[in-house]
C-alpha cells in the first residue's frame, strides 16, 4: 500500500527530513509561515474531498543545547501522526515550533500557537514547560508534556496539563533504591541549581536516600558555582566516604562532568538521570584531551534511569515503534524521548477521537479518562491524576555499550 502524506506546518524553520516508510519516502517539512503544507507522503486522494484536520502545536528544542533530545522527540510525534492519518479518515497535521532551547523563545511562540492549534504538545524540559504549557491552559486548551519530568507542572501549568512521561519524584526514587542496595548507603550528590529539573531531581533524590533509605550525602557540588571541568580537584576529599554518584545534570554538561569524575575517581559507579539517555555517556572524554574528541574511552561503572528501553528484549509495542521509527528516519531511535514524543502524540489523538470533537474541554476531559494507554514507554493512566505511575527503566553503561539493568 502507498504511504499517505500528512502536513505539518510552522512560523519557525524550514526543516526537511527524509527516509522512506513502508516503500515511500516520509518528508516532514515545516516551512515558515506555512499552512497545511502539501506534501506526497498523507496527500489525500484528488478525488476525495480533504477532511478538515485537527490542528496540534509540537514544541521542543530543535537547536540549541536540549535539541539532542528534543529533535529525537519531535520526530517521534511527526511519526505517530504520520502513521494516524495513513490509517484514519481523521486527519491531523501538526504545527512544529523550535523553541530553541530558550524559555523566554518558548513563551513567545506558544501564545502564538495556543490561538491557532485545538491542543499542544511538546517539552523535554521543565523550565521552558512551566512558562510556556501556561499559555495553552490560559485559553482553555489541553498539552500533553512530552519528557518534562517535573511532578508537578501539572498543578504549576493549570488544568489540562498532562504528563507523557513519569516524575522526578519517581526516577529519585528508582535511582536512590538502585544505588543503596548495589553499592551502599553513602553518596556524593553533583546537580545545577540553575535549572528546575536538576534541582528538582536532586531534592527528590537526597529526600529518598536519607528519609527512607537511611543513606548519607557525604558530599555535592554545585554546577552553578564548581562548574563541571573544575570539580575533579574536589571529588579527591570525599573519594573515600561515598559508595557511589549521583548526578542531575543538563545534557550539555554530561561530558565534561564524567570527564572530571573519571579523572579523580576512575572507578566509583555514577547514576544519573534521565537526561544521561544521549550518546555523550558511551565514551568518556580523557582528562587531557580538550576539544579531541577522538581522546575518549568507552565509558564504564555508569547507570542511568530512563523512560523505555529500545534495545534487545524491548516489550512488543516498543519494537514495533523502533522498526516504525527507522524505517521513517532511517536510523533507529537514539533514546527514550523518541518513543516519549510518539506516545505523546498517540495520547492526544486517541483523545481528540474519543472525543468526537474538536472542543478542547471535550478533548481534555477525554484525556483525564485515559485508562490502559499501551504505549511504546509503557502503559498511562489519568485516573489517580494527571502524572501517571509508569516504570523507571534502569539503563547501564559497560565498555561504551547501553544494557538493561532493571
Same mark, same amino acid.
Given at each position: ?7 505539518i ?29 502539501p506534501? #506526497?507522503?498523507n496527500?489525500?486522494?484528488?478525488s476525495?474531498?480533504a ?6 502545536a509540537?514544541?521542543? @528544542?530543535? #537547536?540549541g543545547? *536540549? @535539541?539532542p533530545?528534543? %529533535?529525537?522527540a *519531535?520526530?517521534g510525534a ?7 492519518n495513513?490509517a @484514519?479518515?481523521?486527519?491531523f497535521d501538526?504545527?512544529? %515550533?523550535?523553541?530553541q532551547?530558550?524559555?523566554p523563545?518558548a ?7 495556543? =490561538?491557532?492549534?485545538? !491542543?499542544?504538545?511538546?517539552f ?5 514547560a512551566l ?9 482553555? $486548551?489541553?498539552?500533553?508534556?512530552? &519528557?518534562?519530568?517535573? /511532578?508537578?507542572l501539572?498543578?504549576?501549568c493549570?488544568?489540562?496539563t498532562? !504528563? ?14 538502585f544505588?543503596? =542496595?548495589h553499592?551502599?548507603k ?11 529539573? =536538576? ?7 537526597r529526600s529518598r536516600? &536519607? ?8 558530599a555535592?557540588?554545585d554546577l ?6 573544575a570539580?575533579?580537584?574536589? !571529588?579527591v576529599a570525599?573519594?573515600?566516604k561515598?559508595?557511589f ?12 562532568i564524567?570527564?572530571?569524575i573519571?579523572s579523580a575517581?576512575?572507578? =566509583? ?15 568518556? /572524554?580523557s ?9 575518549a @574511552?568507552? #565509558?564504564n561503572?555508569m547507570?542511568? #534511569?530512563?523512560?523505555a528501553?529500545?534495545?534487545? &528484549?524491548?516489550?512488543p ?14 536510523t /533507529? ?6 518513543? !516519549? ?5 498517540r495520547?492526544a *489523538?486517541?483523545a ?8 478542547p $474541554? ?21 485516573a489517580?491524576?494527571?502524572?501517571p $505511575?509508569?516504570?523507571v527503566w534502569?539503563?547501564s553503561v559497560?565498555?561504551?555499550t547501553l544494557q538493561?539493568?532493571?
Amino acid at each position: 500500500m502507498q504511504a499517505q502524506m500528512y502536513a505539518i506546518r510552522s512560523s519557525v524553520a524550514t526543516i526537511v527530513r527524509a527516509s522512506a516508510i513502508t516503500g515511500a519516502c516520509l518528508a516532514a517539512a515545516c516551512t515558515p509561515n506555512a499552512t497545511n503544507t502539501p506534501n #506526497t507522503l498523507n496527500a489525500t486522494p484528488a478525488s476525495a474531498p480533504a477532511p478538515t484536520p485537527t490542528h496540534i502545536a509540537v514544541l521542543d @528544542s530543535e #537547536t540549541g543545547p *536540549m @535539541s539532542p533530545i528534543g %529533535i529525537t522527540a *519531535m520526530r517521534g510525534a511527526q511519526l505517530a501522526i504520520a502513521e494516524h492519518n495513513r490509517a @484514519s479518515t481523521l486527519r491531523f497535521d501538526a504545527e512544529c %515550533i523550535d523553541t530553541q532551547s530558550s524559555s523566554p523563545r518558548a513563551t513567545e511562540v506558544a501564545r502564538a500557537a495556543a =490561538t491557532r492549534n485545538t !491542543l499542544g504538545i511538546g517539552f523535554t524540559d521543565s523550565d521552558p514547560a512551566l512558562v510556556a504549557v501556561p499559555e495553552f491552559t490560559r485559553v482553555g $486548551k489541553p498539552f500533553v508534556v512530552i &519528557g518534562a519530568t517535573g /511532578p508537578k507542572l501539572p498543578a504549576r501549568c493549570g488544568a489540562g496539563t498532562f !504528563l507523557a512521561c513519569f516524575g522526578d519524584d519517581a526516577q529519585a526514587i528508582a535511582a536512590a533504591d538502585f544505588g543503596a =542496595t548495589h553499592f551502599g548507603k553513602r553518596t556524593l550528590v553533583i546537580f545545577d541549581s540553575r535549572y528546575e529539573y =536538576t534541582r528538582t531531581l536532586a531534592n527528590y533524590f537526597r529526600s529518598r536516600i &536519607g528519609n527512607e533509605v537511611g543513606g548519607t550525602v557525604v558530599a555535592e557540588f554545585d554546577l552553578n558555582f564548581t562548574h563541571a571541568p573544575a570539580i575533579a580537584p574536589h !571529588l579527591v576529599a570525599p573519594a573515600n566516604k561515598a559508595d557511589f554518584i549521583f548526578v542531575a545534570c543538563m545534557p550539555e554538561d554530561i561530558a565534561e562532568i564524567l570527564k572530571s569524575i573519571r579523572s579523580a575517581l576512575p572507578e =566509583t559507579p555514577i547514576i544519573g538521570g534521565d537526561t544521561f539517555d544521549c550518546a555523550a555517556v558511551l565514551h568518556t /572524554p580523557s582528562a587531557s584531551s580538550g576539544s579531541n574528541a577522538n581522546a575518549a @574511552s568507552p #565509558t564504564n561503572h555508569m547507570w542511568f #534511569t530512563t523512560h523505555a528501553w529500545l534495545g534487545a &528484549g524491548a516489550s512488543p509495542a516498543a519494537q514495533a515503534f523502533v522498526a516504525a521509527y527507522s524505517t521513517a528516519y532511517g536510523t /533507529p531511535p537514539p533514546n527514550a524521548f523518541a518513543a !516519549l514524543g510518539y506516545d505523546a502524540a498517540r495520547l492526544a *489523538m486517541d483523545a481528540c477521537v474519543r472525543a468526537g470533537s474538536d472542543d478542547p $474541554k471535550a478533548i481534555a476531559a477525554a484525556l483525564a479518562a485515559t485508562t490502559n494507554f499501551e504505549g511504546a514507554t509503557g502503559t498511562i493512566s489519568y485516573a489517580n491524576g494527571p502524572v501517571p $505511575k509508569k516504570r523507571v527503566w534502569i539503563i547501564s553503561v559497560s565498555n561504551g555499550t547501553l544494557q538493561l539493568q532493571k
